[in-house]
């Protein structure tokens, strides 16, 4: 370093050690008043020429003036002055406590750990029936609920949800629709195929048409020429063969091992009971505050279980009552002995309910049906008949008797503790071949006591017959149908035998019919319905 840079740091420092250890001057009102200090002055001196630096002798220094104004501690509590001096106090400083980790766990033998097991999936979920909902809502038509006349004759208000207005006339349309679009693509374009004439085949053969699926249905010898040209109007490639419907399905089901077909029949998968599932729904928007929905159990007894499933997430207070043949008790006697019968001695009319032998009640459908169904009734065949006519009669509709099994629970008085409440009947199909719903009304027109059948001994006198049409007349009866028979009896070589059908309003009308014949002529007799 050379001379004049000594020079320079030496004047420099000089000034400092000056402004540092020389006295300070008091504030000025003018100034202001902080706390400790701001300004450079009073916090190390005023630079003042000639200032004197004190050098320290054996390690210790003058006395050296305090920082702060003694006058300026008042501010903050300070009244003691010490000349100068600065007083020291003993601060105390709190720590917090130190945490202490708690001792890890003992290790424990895994027998100690108690498993506790999931519980089991739901097979039937409201989120899969409402999905279905929304899926099949473009192609499935909304059915109407309406109010039924027969509300006032029996002291309740009837809904009918007519799930028999359907393209093919019955409710299972909704779970086939379901499960063909749930289907692969690679299922889709290699096909599907049927092999049972029944609602669920023909809904197949609709729905599968107008998805663009090639479906094929394998039908017995005996199913009627009328169901074959049904099959082929709805798109579906039919194929005869066998004698009876196990050879149908044995023929189907190696059909399709062979080309890779999707062998289809009606089963309690949760995607066709999802389906079936949509009609609560409907049901429950519909008909506000309903109290009571009556369902027919019929069949694989899917749309009966799904539809309980539905009402009760939406209210668990809607009583769902279950409707099955009483010559087919399948449901009602398992749920007596607790599990799903899977054969049931039981010989029920094919004509009218189908093959009831091959049917049988699954392990899903079987437990949701005990958890969520109220109650399940057996309705006579006679009480079907008379609920089809009802049909006919006062709704202007045709049904079968699968789809008035709940009507005539109530025509029957099974149910009295529905008086008064808003009851839904759900009917669920409507295929009958023509002849056979002729048959049918017949013989409901008989069992409503509306058609009677006598014969009566006349003599051979000339207007015997005519006075007894002359009654028949006075009585304002239809005569439907009469046979004349002569020498029937060889005890009665004078008297001829007559057979009559005469048809009558009402069952009050026939009763006096019976009375007015019964005086007249002692030895008629009625023949049993």
């Not at 199913?223 to 063969?241: E, F, K, N, W």
């Not at 003599?459 to 439907?480: I, N, Q, T, Y």
Request: include cysteine; proline fraction near 5%.
């Amino acid at each position: 370093m050379n001379f004049a840079a000594q020079l320079f740091y030496s004047s420099y420092l000089n000034e400092r050690l000056e402004r540092l250890f020389s006295p300070r001057p008091a504030i000025k009102d003018s100034e202001e008043n902080d706390p400790f200090w701001e300004r450079e002055e009073l916090r190390l001196g005023p630079s003042l020429p000639g200032g004197s630096y004190k050098p320290v002798c054996n390690g210790a220094v003058g006395r050296r003036p305090t920082l702060i104004e003694p006058e300026r501690l008042k501010d903050f509590g300070e009244e003691e002055l010490l000349n100068g001096d600065i007083k020291y106090h003993q601060t105390s400083v709190t720590v917090t406590p130190e945490m202490k980790l708690m001792d890890p766990p003992k290790t424990r033998r895994v027998s100690e750990f108690r498993i506790i097991p999931k519980p089991p999936a739901q097979f039937l979920r409201f989120e899969d029936i409402s999905a279905a909902a929304f899926t099949i809502q473009s192609a499935i038509q909304k059915t109407p609920c309406t109010y039924s006349r027969l509300s006032k004759q029996y002291g309740m208000e009837i809904f009918l949800k007519k799930e028999h207005l359907h393209y093919t006339g019955s409710v299972k349309e909704r779970g086939v629709l379901y499960l063909l679009t749930s289907l692969t693509q690679e299922q889709q374009r290699k096909g599907v195929i049927v092999a049972t004439d029944c609602n669920f085949s023909m809904a197949v053969a609709h729905h599968a048409t107008e998805l663009k699926i090639p479906v094929f249905a394998i039908m017995p010898s005996s199913c009627s020429s009328p169901r074959l040209r049904t099959y082929r109007d709805y798109g579906a490639m039919v194929i005869s063969y066998g004698g009876t419907g196990h050879d149908s399905q044995n023929h189907a089901r190696h059909l399709a091992k062979e080309n890779g077909y999707l062998y289809l029949e009606e089963d309690e998968s949760a995607v066709y009971l999802a389906g079936l599932g949509t009609v609560g729904m409907e049901i429950f928007d519909q008909v506000p505050k309903v109290d009571a929905v009556v369902i027919p159990a019929a069949g694989q007894y899917g749309l009966l279980a799904s539809t309980a499933a539905a009402l009760k997430y939406l209210n668990s207070q809607i009583l769902v009552i279950g409707v099955e043949p009483e010559g087919f008790p399948l449901l009602l006697q398992s749920l007596k002995t607790d599990g799903p019968i899977k054969n049931l001695h039981s010989n029920p009319n094919k004509k009218l309910y189908g093959d009831f032998n091959e049917r049988s009640l699954g392990a899903n459908t079987f437990h949701l049906s005990k958890k969520l169904i109220n109650k399940v009734i057996p309705v006579s065949e006679e009480d079907s008949l008379v609920a089809m006519l009802r049909f006919q009669e006062v709704e202007h509709s045709t049904v079968d008797t699968v789809g008035a099994m709940g009507l005539a629970a109530i025509l029957a008085g099974q149910l009295p503790e529905l008086r008064g409440k808003k009851v839904v009947v759900v009917v669920s199909s409507a295929n009958m071949e023509p002849d056979l719903v002729r048959q049918c009304v017949d013989r409901a027109l008989v069992l409503d006591d509306r058609v009677s059948k006598f014969s009566v001994q006349l003599g051979e006198w000339p207007g015997d017959m005519a006075k007894l049409l002359d009654v028949l007349s006075r009585e304002d009866v239809r005569l439907l149908d009469v046979c004349h028979r002569r020498h029937s009896d060889k005890s009665d070589v004078f008297k001829a035998k007559v057979e009559c059908v005469v048809e009558t309003r009402d069952k009050t009308q026939s009763t006096q019919l019976r009375k007015t014949l019964n005086e007249r002529y002692p030895s008629i007799c009625w023949l049993d319905r």
